[in-house]
Structures are given as structure tokens and as C-alpha cells.
């Protein structure tokens, strides 16, 4: 049996898993991990095959998801190489951070190495991934990692150099981040909280789906929105005067500096 195995069974590879159960995928799916308990809600929720032993997981692999912490790649990658693992092999990292020149040290030529960042939103189908290919994958090869991420969400295929900006740019976590905020600030000038959650997802999920559903530009929309001397413009000027560009943009290079150690383990 040759299969997808990821080695990590932490909540990346739960919503990856999840999604691709969703998308009816029909290749085995094979999960290591150290920890008993993470295999077993797996296995519960999923249905995937659990495998406590590496040696035995790596040789069921023709495509390997290394989906552990950035801190651990690198004693990942050195007991995979130190049980003479190593072979023609498709590897695919989700380590935030860690580049492929790394990767591919840490386990040599015959392994072939793609960079992807997916969002944890894959587990509805609507998901988006970054990907980045390493050096000697066949089309085949890329085909195959690209469909995969395709089959929970779009594909943006970009160039290493990109892709601690992707990773610190795509992440959900900024709509729900603003959505706790928005809503909290509702919530103090008088709404009820459950009216508060579904004003506040409208202002941020459906009129973005608008703009990406229709033609109009984002500037276009912004003015149409926030019309001079009205209320939405006084809010965002508000905002604006307040250093909201300036603090998503802090943010951002925040998570750039947080990458860029990553890749000095």
C-alpha cells in the first residue's frame, strides 16, 4: 500500500484531513505521531490508518507530509535520515518558516521538496494553500501535491522569496481576530452579542465574498461603502487616525521576524 502520510497529528493535519474527507479523497491517508490520544480521535473522527511506529509510516509514503512544529523538523528529519528512510520521495512541509534549502539537507538528493502553507479553513472546502516546488519533481509529481491542496480550497503557486509574506498575509486568523474586536466594540456601545457576531460577520465575510464575486475594484467598493461626511467614513477615518493601517502592518512584520527564526533552527 502506498499512501498520503503525514508526520504530526496536530490541528493542521486535523483540517487537512477533514477536508479531504469532505472532498470524497480516496487514497489511504496514514498519520504518525508520538502522542496515543491524537491518533485515536483521528482514527475516531476521520477514519485514517494510525501508525505509532515512523519507520513504518515513511515506508507507506509516496507522498510524505511533515506537518510538526518548525522547532521539531530538524530531530524529524535527522531520525528519518538515521534509519536509512531516505529514497525517491515526494516531501511536502507545512513549517512555517523553514526554507527548502534546509529540507533538503536534512534528508538529502533522492527526497523531492515542495513548500506549502494551507489554511486551517481547508476543512471546509474553502481553504487556500501557497505552494513552492523544490529542484527535480517530475509534472507528475507537482500534479499530484497540487491537486491535493486543490481538492480543499484554491492553489497560489509562488516563489520562495514570497512566502514568509503569504504565511503572515493569508492567515484566518485575521478575520476572526478583527471579528472578536469588532464585536467586542459593539458589544460596548449597546448591542447584544449575538447581534453584534452576525452585524459584524457581514461587514467582514459578505462583503468581501461580494468584491471577490464581482468586478468592482476594492477601491470602488470602499467609497461606495463609505460615502463622504457618513457615518462608515467617519469610522474608518477614525480608525485610520487611530494607526490601524500602521498596526496591521507592525503585525505583519511581527510574523515576518517569527518566520525568519524559524528558519534559523
Not at 511533515?66 to 522547532?71: E, G, K, S, Y
Not at 464575486?213 to 457615518?231: F, K
Request: aromatic residues 4%; proline residues 3%; hydrophobic residues 45%.
Amino acid at each position: 500500500m502506498k499512501a498520503t502520510v503525514f508526520l504530526g497529528g496536530g490541528r493542521i493535519t486535523s483540517a487537512l484531513v477533514a477536508g479531504l474527507r469532505l472532498a470524497g479523497h480516496e487514497r489511504p491517508i496514514v498519520v504518525h505521531d508520538r502522542h496515543t490520544k491524537k491518533l485515536q480521535e483521528l482514527r475516531r473522527q476521520y477514519r485514517v490508518i494510525v501508525e505509532e511506529n515512523l519507520r513504518r509510516a515513511v515506508e507507506l509514503a509516496d507522498l510524505l507530509i511533515i506537518a510538526v512544529r518548525p522547532a521539531s523538523v530538524r530531530e524529524l528529519l535527522q531520525e528519518i535520515r538515521e534509519q536509512h528512510l531516505c529514497r525517491r520521495l515526494t516531501a511536502v512541509s507545512l513549517a512555517a518558516g523553514i526554507p527548502l534549502s534546509k529540507l533538503r539537507a536534512g534528508l538529502g538528493s533522492p527526497v523531492r521538496w515542495v513548500r506549502a502553507m494551507p489554511s486551517p479553513v481547508c476543512r471546509s472546502g474553502r481553504g487556500l494553500t501557497a505552494l513552492t516546488f523544490g529542484r527535480g519533481l517530475s509534472p507528475s509529481e507537482r500534479a499530484t501535491v497540487r491537486n491535493l491542496f486543490a481538492s480543499v480550497g484554491a492553489v497560489a503557486e509562488i516563489s520562495e522569496k514570497q512566502f514568509d509574506a503569504f504565511t503572515v498575509t493569508y492567515s484566518s486568523s485575521h478575520g476572526y481576530h478583527a471579528l472578536a474586536a469588532l464585536v467586542g466594540a459593539a458589544e460596548a456601545i449597546g448591542l447584544e452579542r449575538k447581534t453584534a457576531l452576525v452585524a459584524g460577520a457581514h461587514a467582514l465575510a459578505d462583503g468581501i465574498a461580494a468584491w471577490r464575486a464581482g468586478d468592482l475594484s476594492l477601491e470602488r467598493l470602499l467609497r461606495e461603502a463609505a460615502t463622504p461626511g457618513g457615518i462608515a467614513e467617519a469610522v474608518t477615518a477614525a480608525l485610520d487616525q487611530a494607526g490601524y493601517r500602521r498596526i496591521v502592518k507592525n503585525g505583519l512584520y511581527a510574523g515576518i521576524r517569527r518566520a525568519r527564526e524559524n528558519a534559523e533552527r
